[in-house]
């Protein structure tokens, strides 16, 4: 089943289910990129790794229910265990490392990283996130290293991310809710960039290569339609149950509710 809009779809942007568009998005660019690429370029999946003691888990209470039930229960199992003669061993917090997948374009001449394409997610928006920070340490990498840098904001909450600065971005695009922003390598300080509204398709973007070899052009819209499609995000979406987090304004909730009535997905 297509997606009922014709670009993102706002109930997709839930924290129980972005991550897994996240994960679909890049494992689909990653073929429309090998599709593309001129002999020389390959397109790789790379991890940048961190660690974070937080608490990262956002449980869905409709599915695992309230905190406290877990704590009573959780409570009264530990006390018939300790009363059945096991030892309780106390452990640290846990740490272990967090990776969040991104995509690479090297060049098969040594190896060399060319460009990288990020989808941002929700850690890397999060005020006060360990993933915020190294994302954007990795920012300043790709500026100083000379790598073309290409990110594809599809989450309307959080603070702003990309690599152009926030004033510059509002002053060319307007309202927009989604964009896209193109950074290219020799020119750290000139930002390319497409906004995206929630009534409109998501861009073709052109992805910057070498200087003198030509940007190939992704469709983001046919990326999103084949994750969308191939990962099941029409059942994950709950149209007649949930609401979009964030939420719409008063005008785009009727437009968007207006789709699914006539797509037969809301009462």
């Not at 999060?126 to 300043?140: E, F, I, L, M, P």
Request: some cysteine; proline content about 9%.
């Amino acid at each position: 089943m297509p997606s009922p809009f014709p670009g993102m779809d706002p109930w997709l942007e839930r924290p129980m289910v972005f991550p897994s568009l996240h994960n679909s998005l890049l494992i689909y660019l990653q073929a429309a990129l090998t599709a593309a690429l001129p002999r020389g370029y390959f397109a790789a999946s790379a991890n940048r790794v961190w660690v974070d003691v937080a608490a990262r888990r956002e449980p869905d209470v409709s599915v695992f229910g309230p905190d406290d039930v877990n704590a009573r229960g959780a409570g009264s199992v530990a006390t018939a265990l300790t009363r059945a003669g096991l030892l309780e061993a106390a452990a640290d917090e846990l740490s272990d490392p967090i990776e969040e997948p991104y995509l690479e374009i090297r060049s098969d001449e040594g190896d060399r990283l060319v460009t990288a394409v990020e989808v941002l997610s929700q850690s890397n928006k999060r005020a006060g996130d360990n993933g915020r920070t190294s994302y954007q340490q990795k920012q300043g990498e790709y500026r100083a290293s000379g790598v073309n840098l290409v990110e594809i904001d599809l989450l309307r909450t959080g603070p702003h991310t990309t690599a152009v600065p926030e004033a510059q971005l509002r002053a060319v695009a307007g309202r927009f809710d989604y964009h896209v922003c193109v950074m290219v390598a020799g020119s750290p300080n000139r930002y390319f960039v497409s906004p995206i509204r929630l009534e409109s398709c998501l861009p073709t973007i052109p992805i910057p290569l070498d200087p003198d070899v030509p940007p190939v052009s992704v469709d983001v819209q046919a990326v999103f339609s084949r994750a969308y499609d191939e990962g099941g995000f029409a059942h994950l979406a709950r149209y007649d149950r949930r609401t979009p987090e964030p939420p719409l304004s008063d005008e785009q909730r009727a437009w968007a509710e207006g789709v699914l009535r006539a797509k037969g997905l809301m009462a």
